[in-house]
């Protein structure tokens, strides 16, 4: 949610593909179909793999329905096409969320509910800064719009592969389950750990996310 894509340096330390990474706006509209005509003007003119997680996944849809000639597939990551928990979105809202980064507990909460135990002092601290540095309206915003999310109605055949962090204590299981109604080719991959998986597990994910691209080429090539 935080959208900066600062959180990804360490996974693409190990990711040695081609790679642009697409940061969302501090400023303006943060409904999906607004970010989706920002991001809509960054993309590539050649083919590229889209990967969205976690907030990111409902602006796919989105760029779908304004251009979808060059992306030639979808990798989501832990991610939902619809409101993942309306009563704690509604709790969120009403918490001043940056003043909190800087609570005595709060590592010990972002371990538990986001980065899983095993996470560093430098990945925590990393963490905590990125949210320190987002406007405090942007992220009431994103969270605002997570609470009214609703599952599109329209479906896509554009292969799809949706990567599913076994312990995320943020998106259920039936959340993930919910893509097969939107995309119509899709196939689902696991890994153990928390929510911010690329963060937590950065090595294990670029080996996935390598491997999850070649399938997704694979099935291009035989469409």
Known sequence: MDGTGELFAEFLS????????????????????????????????????????SFAGGIVPELLKLNSSNMKGVIFVASFLSS??????????????KAL??????????KAIFLGQGASKELL????????SIPEHVLKS??????????????????????????DRLISSQK???????????????IEGPHFILQAKPKE???????????LLTKGRHS
Not at 84 to 97: F, G, M
Not at 101 to 110: C, D, E, K, M
């Open 205 to 215: 994910c670029s080996r996935l996310i390598t491997e999850a691209i070649s399938s």
């Open 14 to 53: 190990y990711y040695d593909g081609d790679h642009l990474v697409l940061s969302l706006p501090q400023f303006g509209p943060q409904e999906y179909a607004d970010l989706a005509g920002i991001i809509n003007k960054q993309l590539p003119t050649e083919g590229y793999i889209l990967l969205a997680e």
């Open 125 to 132: 601290s990393k963490f905590v800064k990125v949210i320190k």
């Open 84 to 97: 993942p928990n309306k009563y704690l979105l509604q709790i969120a809202k009403r918490l001043p969320i």
């Open 176 to 190: 993930g389950r919910e893509f097969n109604k939107v995309f119509i080719d899709i196939e689902y991959i696991t």
């Open 101 to 110: 980064a800087s609570a005595p507990l709060s590592n010990i909460v972002y």
């Open 142 to 167: 994103r969270l605002e719009v997570m609470t009214h999310q609703r599952l599109p109605e329209m479906t896509f055949g554009i292969p799809a592969i949706y990567i599913r962090a076994l312990s």
